[in-house]
């Protein structure tokens, strides 16, 4: 299949993304668009890549974009961006956006990638199918897993994605500093607390919903009769979040 020589529109922070450490992406640049010249100059250099230019329609006829830039900017850009340039038959391609390909307006064929946070060896896209044709060649070409979920589910990859990471963190600082005030040392609760919960997706692994049983529930329940008044004691916060967390699991799993 022909390589497409592609274009880039990003912003300071450029070797944060990780389209930085994708040679077969980098080998393929040629015009880099950014907020001011200088920084497209620096963008290039710093990834041995491409060439500097101050204006969108100087991308010129590149089949293939590659929009790497924060939140914020990324309508702007792209308004300016369908006002300098001829996008009908171009293929773009944004990288790390919480928005789906469908609220992205823009003309060409849209698609959107992310790398697993942690796991930049796994890719994830959504969007048009030719753009997904070219990211899946990509992908291949640098031996990456690439997972292509259907338009409209990056909500629910995101929101997958917070509850397995960013939303955890109360509760397993919260574990940490249970165990602390119970005499372990912070070494220790730290461990204990990371094997745990290890054990616990080890078993969603094998047995999914199963590894939730009557026992668990059970367990739950008389933890919350037997400790929680001595929980909240000690720091109210951390108690609030323990009800909160019994609560909610037993509703989830009520079925």
């Not at 600082?173 to 461990?191: C, D, K, N």
């Not at 919903?209 to 009557?214: D, E, G, S």
Request: hydrophobic share 45%.
């Amino acid at each position: 299949m022909k390589t497409l020589e592609a274009g880039l529109i990003s912003a300071g922070g450029f070797s944060k993304s990780f389209l930085a450490r994708m040679p077969a992406v980098l080998r393929t640049l040629g015009p880099v668009k950014a907020t001011s010249f200088r920084v497209a100059r620096r963008i290039a250099n710093a990834a041995r890549a491409g060439h500097p230019v101050e204006t969108y329609a100087a991308l010129g006829d590149r089949a293939l974009l590659w929009i790497a830039l924060p939140e914020a900017a990324l309508d702007r850009v792209l308004r300016d961006l369908s006002a300098e340039a001829s996008l009908a038959r171009k293929m773009i391609v944004i990288c790390a956006t919480t928005r789906g390909s469908a609220a992205l307006r823009a003309p060409g064929s849209i698609a959107t990638l992310d790398a697993i946070p942690g796991d930049e060896r796994t890719l994830v896209a959504e969007g048009h199918p030719s753009v997904l044709r070219e990211i899946r060649r990509i992908a291949a070409d640098e031996q990456r897993k690439l997972i292509e979920i259907p338009p409209g589910a990056k909500a629910a990859y995101l929101a997958g994605a917070h509850l397995a990471s960013n939303l955890l963190l109360p509760y397993f600082s919260a574990a940490v500093e249970m165990l602390r005030e119970a005499g372990f040392s912070r070494g220790q609760a730290t461990r204990i607390a990371e094997g745990l919960g290890a054990r616990s997706l080890r078993s969603y692994a094998k047995a999914g919903t199963k590894a939730w049983n009557t026992a668990t529930a059970l367990d739950l329940h008389a933890s919350r009769e037997r400790d929680l008044a001595s929980i909240r004691a000690a720091d109210p916060r951390r108690g609030r979040l323990y009800e909160r967390a019994i609560e909610q699991a037993l509703e989830y799993f009520k079925d």
